[in-house]
């Protein structure tokens, strides 16, 4: 892979063309820069704050298209797992299984992501500090050959709010895995509009330039043409017009970083 990673695409899977049209435009886009691109997208949020917020298609349908995204599209493509049964069906399509951030200390979950041989890619948990995710580490590498990944996604702090402390970036670093800053779901405002979650999209760019200012080595982002019409995490999301701008600050600070023998 590339030096740097873009993980994006929309929080959540709602149709097929509209999938297959932000995958193939996020494809075009980073095309222009030397960052290595996954789509990402969910199948089920089971994590909803209410029972009547959309979830996905669910396993089957959202598979199916995640495979379309992989083989017309030609992306790795990454989603996330809530049980151990959905783990099989799940590693015979995509690249990278993730772990979301409120199950980072499932045992199990993490082992048998771990004995498919894909890179996982766990969520720090809001609630985790940075040193006690070396654990979740171990687990992750006890069958698993492959690369781990950690993403930073915010701490919660106070009610219905997350802060980002950049120090966890090197003391995760520190365990010998990539980190990856999620920018967007560290400004979600958790439960903030009664019933679903809010968020602070104007402050996306700035975590995402402080991010690589630290040295993460990817990005996280959640995206959508109009993030106001989401069916999940639209406030956090960013609208796809605003991206060539962001990818072209993050491919500057790089270069700032390297003139300055700064690696990620």
């Known amino acids: 892979m590339k030096d740097f990673l873009i993980l994006a695409g929309p929080c959540v899977l709602e149709d097929l063309d509209l999938t297959l049209y932000m995958a193939d435009f ?14 990402k997208a969910s199948f089920d949020k089971a994590n909803r704050t209410s029972l009547f917020s959309y979830r996905g298609p669910g396993l089957e349908k959202g598979l199916s298209w995640l495979y379309e995204v992989k083989t017309k599209v030609g992306v790795p493509v990454t989603t996330d797992v809530h049980e ?20 980072c200390r499932q045992t199990d979950l993490i082992l048998e992501a771990s004995k498919t041989g894909k890179i996982v890619n766990i969520k720090k948990g809001q609630f985790m500090s940075p040193w006690d995710m070396k654990y ?13 990944w950690v993403t930073e996604r915010g701490y919660s702090f106070g009610y219905r709010n997350l802060v ?31 019933g679903k979650s809010g968020g602070q999209r104007e402050f996306v760019p700035y ?4 991010g690589v200012a630290v040295g993460v080595d990817g990005i996280f982002i959640e995206v959508h043409p109009e993030p106001e019409k ?11 017009s605003s991206l060539e701008s962001l990818f072209s600050q993050i491919a500057d600070l790089r270069e700032v970083l390297k003139k300055h023998g700064i690696s990620s």
């Open 26 to 39: 996020l494809k075009k886009l980073l095309s222009k820069f030397e960052f290595e691109y996954v789509f």
């Open 84 to 103: 151990t049964w959905q783990i099989k069906p799940v590693a015979e399509v995509v690249d990278v299984i993730q772990i979301p951030a409120f199950l």
């Open 136 to 148: 979740a580490i171990e687990k992750a590498k006890a069958f698993n050959s492959s690369e781990v």
């Open 164 to 194: 980002v402390d950049f120090r966890a970036i090197p003391i995760m670093k520190a365990f010998g895995v990539k980190v990856i800053l999620d920018a967007t779901h560290s400004v979600q405002l958790p439960g903030g509009e009664e």
């Open 207 to 210: 975590l995402v330039r402080a």
């Open 230 to 240: 989401a069916l999940c995490d639209g406030p956090n999301s960013l609208p796809l």
